[in-house]
């Protein structure tokens, strides 16, 4: 590639990068939109590794950008699928509880969907069983019928022939090498853009520090495994979760139905000891190793925001055993020898403020009248990608009439 110049410059070809580019073509359609993306197609790390849960958008609260992006996404998402003919599994959610005191939280994510003005339904346990017979609870439980699942990787291939149908350039195995002097250098030449946009997950906050934001934050990699049910006599109809620890971004183990009825189990939250750990030594690097298990070293010995419970729990899952009889809780009938099968791992890109050592729990961006960077896009940003997109444009255009800087 030689040396190009365009309009809007997306680093990135995820979910939210992919609707970038689809934002900034509708707003400016005579302007040159171009995404680098450095594998050879787009959605190859969490956009299309994630669950493809739609979640309704009651576990957040009404003050969040999550709250309102997951209730509308899940809108805008649903009605894309049906659109394009996308598979589409309208098969719900329960969220359920193990006793008295869990029954009684299951109250908080209901005032939190009255708040979003989200559909949730309270059922007995009675009511629980009809919609699936095997699922255990106490008393009550929690039913989401807005929730459903496709399949990420269908969604990703349909959002990268939209770019492409409406002009957008779209460079693979390009990767970003660094910013200097105004142009973005790349493995494949440099680059002069206009205004530049961030999207690139697992590595946003060390591309955004070349830019000079980030300086408080950093990413830290969690792997993310699902167990497949195999052999099952009755097959789980519905997603079943448990009643969440409110206090971080993990959901716990659960019951996912996939978009063609599959049933797994999980996901993990398992501190990973390099960007791309997906499995063994393969996307090793030294550079990333030191950097990201000395952090986690620190994390482990300090137990900020509880990372020591959390990477101890967490481990274990890597015994299928053990997550068959954390899936137990959940549901009847669960034999160990079922879950044999692990599906493709991902690896969720969690933001940590170091400054005040706490994970960030919302969506995060900085930028300013050059560049724009997306920090937290972590779950549900599937859910949301099409109206946070839409947001992040809106903030975008602020920035380039004002040119002041923006944290969010």
């Given at each position: 590639?030689?040396?190009?110049?365009?309009?809007?410059?997306?680093i990135g070809g995820g979910?939210?990068?992919?609707?970038?580019?689809?934002?900034?073509?509708?707003?400016?359609?005579?302007?040159?939109?171009?995404?680098?993306?450095?594998?050879?197609?787009?959605?190859?790390?969490?956009?299309?590794?994630?669950?493809?849960?739609?979640?309704?958008?009651?576990?957040?609260?009404?003050?969040?950008?999550?709250?309102?992006?997951?209730?509308?996404?899940?809108?805008?998402?649903?009605?894309?699928?049906?659109?394009?003919?996308?598979?589409?599994?309208?098969?719900?959610?329960?969220?359920?509880?193990?006793?008295?005191?869990?029954?009684?939280?299951?109250?908080?994510?209901?005032?939190?969907?009255?708040?979003?003005?989200?559909?949730?339904?309270?059922?007995?346990?009675?009511?629980?069983?009809?919609?699936?017979?095997?699922?255990?609870?106490?008393?009550?439980?929690?039913?989401?019928?807005?929730?459903?699942?496709?399949?990420?990787?269908?969604?990703?291939?349909?959002?990268?022939?939209?770019?492409?149908?409406?002009?957008?350039?779209?460079?693979?195995?390009?990767?970003?090498?660094?910013?200097?002097?105004?142009?973005?250098?790349?493995?494949?030449?440099?680059?002069?853009?206009?205004?530049?946009?961030?999207?690139?997950?697992?590595?946003?906050?060390?591309?955004?520090?070349?830019?000079?934001?980030?300086?408080?934050?950093?990413?830290?990699?969690?792997?993310?495994?699902?167990?497949?049910?195999?052999?099952?006599?009755?097959?789980?109809?519905?997603?079943?979760?448990?009643?969440?620890?409110?206090?971080?971004?993990?959901?716990?183990?659960?019951?996912?139905?996939?978009?063609?009825?599959?049933?797994?189990?999980?996901?993990?939250?398992?501190?990973?000891?390099?960007?791309e750990h997906y499995s063994?030594?393969?996307?090793?690097?030294?550079?990333?190793?030191?950097?990201?298990?000395?952090?986690?070293?620190?994390?482990?010995?300090?137990?900020?925001?509880?990372?020591?419970?959390?990477?101890?729990?967490?481990?274990?899952?890597?015994?299928?055993?053990?997550?068959?009889?954390?899936?137990?809780?959940?549901?009847?009938?669960?034999?160990?020898?079922?879950?044999?099968?692990?599906?493709?791992?991902?690896?969720?890109?969690?933001?940590?403020?170091?400054?005040?050592?706490?994970?960030?729990?919302?969506?995060?961006?900085?930028?300013?009248?050059?560049?724009?960077?997306?920090?937290?896009?972590?779950?549900?940003?599937?859910?949301?990608?099409?109206?946070?997109?839409?947001?992040?444009?809106?903030?975008?255009?602020?920035?380039?009439?004002?040119?002041?800087?923006?944290?969010?």
């Amino acid at each position: 590639m030689t040396n190009q110049t365009t309009d809007f410059l997306i680093i990135g070809g995820g979910v939210v990068g992919l609707n970038l580019a689809l934002q900034a073509k509708a707003r400016h359609p005579d302007c040159r939109v171009m995404v680098i993306e450095k594998e050879k197609e787009c959605g190859l790390h969490a956009s299309g590794r994630n669950s493809g849960v739609l979640h309704a958008g009651f576990y957040y609260t009404a003050d969040s950008l999550k709250a309102r992006f997951t209730r509308d996404g899940n809108r805008a998402l649903t009605e894309y699928c049906l659109d394009k003919k996308i598979a589409l599994n309208r098969c719900g959610k329960l969220v359920v509880a193990k006793n008295a005191d869990e029954a009684e939280r299951l109250s908080v994510l209901m005032a939190r969907a009255k708040a979003n003005q989200v559909e949730l339904l309270e059922i007995s346990e009675a009511e629980a069983k009809e919609i699936e017979p095997r699922v255990k609870t106490h008393e009550k439980a929690l039913f989401s019928p807005s929730t459903s699942s496709v399949d990420p990787t269908e969604v990703m291939r349909s959002f990268m022939r939209d770019a492409k149908n409406v002009g957008v350039d779209i460079l693979f195995n390009t990767a970003f090498a660094a910013y200097d002097g105004g142009k973005v250098r790349t493995t494949n030449g440099a680059i002069s853009a206009g205004y530049i946009i961030n999207a690139a997950g697992l590595y946003a906050d060390k591309i955004a520090k070349d830019f000079g934001f980030s300086k408080d934050y950093c990413i830290l990699p969690f792997k993310g495994l699902y167990l497949y049910a195999d052999n099952e006599p009755s097959p789980i109809r519905t997603n079943i979760y448990p009643v969440p620890d409110l206090n971080n971004p993990f959901l716990g183990v659960h019951y996912t139905i996939t978009a063609d009825a599959k049933v797994k189990i999980g996901p993990t939250a398992i501190p990973a000891f390099w960007r791309e750990h997906y499995s063994g030594w393969a996307n090793f690097s030294s550079e990333e190793f030191f950097e990201i298990v000395g952090r986690e070293i620190s994390l482990f010995m300090r137990n900020q925001f509880g990372f020591r419970h959390l990477a101890i729990e967490e481990l274990k899952k890597y015994s299928k055993a053990h997550m068959a009889e954390m899936a137990g809780v959940l549901a009847s009938d669960v034999h160990k020898e079922n879950y044999t099968r692990w599906a493709r791992p991902g690896i969720r890109a969690q933001l940590v403020n170091t400054k005040e050592q706490k994970l960030e729990m919302d969506f995060h961006f900085e930028g300013d009248k050059n560049s724009f960077h997306v920090l937290n896009a972590v779950s549900p940003a599937f859910t949301c990608a099409m109206v946070f997109s839409q947001y992040l444009m809106d903030e975008i255009e602020c920035l380039l009439e004002s040119g002041a800087p923006k944290q969010k």
